[in-house]
């Protein structure tokens, strides 16, 4: 069973996803917060597989809330989303980089947020490539091409490519398709570089290709 938290200040809002979530048969929903600090304490409470996060709270906003989540040891296995209806790309980039596995509009349609939390309580975080290359790319200034890349880090050349597909949106199987490797190869590079970087997931190692010039955005 699917642990779920919902951490929104519109009761409303947290009824319907309620209902929503619990129409499922594998996700129960342990807890609500109407602030970021109340659904902080909740989760160190009830430490749910998936905390769905909005981003405007009050009191304790759901970027600060999140980088509390995500920074303890003890939830490692809590995975945070971000809900949004604002437009603001910096806002959603800032809770990516405070350790949010991805983000999701509120008028998400049913099916779309009930396969986002599976994906998610799963290890895989980030929920819709395409979309959240899209924000970055919005969010932060033009990076440099492949071919002019200047500073990797502590990467190495072929983690750095792989960074870059990363970046781009592949999955590991399509990146084992393009540099003509195994699938387990392709895992094993992106866990490494996700170490070397410290990224906690997928969502934040495209924030570190953007960051460090290794995919465009204009791809």
């Known amino acids: 069973m699917i642990r779920v938290l919902l951490a ?14 619990e129409s499922a048969p594998d996700i129960t929903v342990v807890a609500e917060a109407d602030n970021g600090g109340v659904a902080v304490a909740l989760v160190r409470q009830h430490v749910p597989d998936v905390v769905l996060m909005d981003l ?5 906003d759901g970027v600060t809330a999140t980088r509390l989540i995500t920074s303890d040891s003890s939830l490692a296995g809590t995975h945070v989303v971000v ?44 929920l819709s490539p395409s979309v959240t290359r899209a924000v970055i790319a919005a969010a932060l200034p033009s990076s440099a091409p492949m071919s ?38 392709a895992k094993t ?14 969502a934040q190692l495209v924030i570190y290709a953007y960051e460090h010039g290794l995919t465009s955005t204009q791809r």
């Open 8 to 21: 929104d200040d519109q009761g409303l809002v947290r009824a319907g996803f309620r209902m929503l979530l």
């Open 56 to 60: 405007r709270m009050p009191e304790v």
């Open 83 to 126: 809900l949004t209806t604002f437009d603001d790309d910096a806002t959603v980039l800032s809770a990516l980089r405070a350790g949010a596995s991805g983000f999701l509009v509120k008028d998400v349609e049913p099916a779309d947020l009930l396969q986002a939390v599976r994906i998610v309580a799963r290890g895989d975080a980030l």
């Open 148 to 185: 002019a890349i200047a500073d990797p880090g502590p990467l190495t050349g072929r983690e750095a490519e792989v960074v870059a597909l990363v970046g781009a949106g592949l999955s590991n199987d399509e990146i084992a398709a393009k540099l003509v490797v195994s699938p387990l190869t």
């Open 189 to 202: 590079h992106v866990s490494r570089a996700m170490i070397k970087v410290g990224a906690r997931d997928r």
